[in-house]
C-alpha cells in the first residue's frame, strides 16, 4: 500500500470513528495526555488509569455509558461518597 493510500485510509478510520463515539469517550485519555504534558512523564496513576479504562469492555451497558458520561458529572455523583474516605 502506497504512503498516501495509508493516509487516506487513516484519516477515514479517524473521521468515522469520532462520528461514531461520543465526546466524553476519550475524556480519561486526554486528562492523562495533559497530565503528561505538565509533568513530563506517566507515573502509577497514569499508567494504572490507561490500563484499566482500555482493558475494560467499552461494549458492556455500565462501561458505555460510564464512558459517555462527562467527567464532571461523574465527579458530582462520586463527591459524598469520596469525602466519606477522607
Not at 16 to 21: D, G, L, N, Q, T
Not at 30 to 40: E, K, L, P, S
Not at 42 to 64: F, H, I, N, V, Y
Amino acid at each position: 500500500m502506497e504512503p498516501a493510500e495509508r493516509v487516506r485510509k487513516l484519516l477515514a478510520a479517524a473521521n468515522e470513528y469520532a462520528a461514531e463515539v461520543s465526546n466524553t469517550y476519550d475524556e480519561v485519555a486526554d486528562q492523562i495526555a495533559a497530565r503528561v504534558a505538565q509533568t513530563g512523564s506517566l507515573g502509577k496513576l497514569e499508567l494504572g488509569a490507561l490500563c484499566a479504562w482500555k482493558r475494560l469492555r467499552a461494549d458492556t451497558p455500565w462501561m458505555a455509558q460510564l464512558m459517555s458520561t462527562p467527567d464532571h458529572q461523574v465527579s458530582s455523583l462520586t463527591k459524598f461518597p469520596g469525602a466519606a474516605l477522607r
